[in-house]
Nanobody
Framework: QVRLVESGGGLVQYGGSLRLSCVAS????????MGWFRQAPGKQRELVAS?????????TDSVKGRFTISRDNAKNTWTWYLEMNSLKPEDTAVYYC???????????WGQGTQVTVSS
């Protein structure tokens, strides 16, 4: 089955940067876009960035200009990244990756990676 493993989270100060990684396994061929989601305490999980297999990206308004989603183009590697710059306390959340179908998460969730931004 598909397995998603996120890493790279941590504690950073306001204005700092982090790079999250997502390694997916359990499939050989993929045409689904990949997304990064986040869930802050007491809030619903939201999609913050996505990238298609052609490299087209989208971002939610609150992270535009600060976050960059990318993928590893090496053959037979399913790895995606989320570069986060100019971090704000409101970016504090558990971050998850997932494949997308019709804009929604497609696979079972991984454990996520905690991002905490101190003011």
């Amino acid at each position: 089955q598909v397995r998603l493993v996120e890493s790279g989270g941590g504690l950073v100060q306001y204005g700092g940067s982090l790079r999250l990684s997502c390694v997916a396994s359990g499939f050989i061929f993929n045409t689904n876009p990949m997304g990064w989601f986040r869930q802050a305490p007491g809030k619903q999980r939201e999609l913050v960035a996505s990238i298609t297999t052609y490299g087209s990206t989208t971002y939610t308004d609150s992270v535009k200009g600060r976050f960059t989603i990318s993928r590893d183009n090496a053959k037979n590697t399913w790895t995606w990244y989320l570069e986060m710059n100019s971090l704000k306390p409101e970016d504090t959340a558990v971050y998850y990756c997932n494949r997308l179908r019709d804009g929604r998460a497609y696979d079972a969730w991984g454990q996520g990676t905690q991002v905490t931004v101190s003011s």
